[in-house]
């Protein structure tokens, strides 16, 4: 197995904690627009939709317990426009 990536080591031990349990850890360590939350804080602000959803679109969220969606089904549906700061972002977002 080879991680090749920035946070491969975060990786390595998810997937670890995957063959000996069975199921995936929590990805952030919260839920819902928490989660969310805690992934797109790591951009610049302001940032348009477009560089959110190119930067941060492939990472997963934790949507639910145990539920993990890539960010861009939820992106993808916010208006097209710069936001200043990540709660501009949080208020656009349906779950």
Do not use: H
Not at 25 to 40: A, D, F, H, Q, R
Not at 47 to 59: A, E, I, Q, R
Not at 68 to 95: F, G, H, T, W
């Amino acid at each position: 197995m080879l991680f090749n990536n920035l946070s491969m080591l975060d990786d390595g031990l998810r997937f670890m904690y995957y063959l000996e349990t069975g199921c995936f850890p929590s990805l952030t360590g919260e839920v819902g627009l928490e989660s969310v939350k805690s992934v797109i804080s790591r951009t610049r602000y302001p940032t348009t939709k477009s560089v959110l959803l190119k930067k941060l679109g492939w990472k997963l969220v934790e949507v639910e317990e145990g539920k993990q969606i890539r960010l861009s089904e939820l992106l993808k549906d916010i208006p097209s426009k710069a936001y200043k700061d990540v709660e501009e972002v949080l208020r656009e977002i349906r779950l």
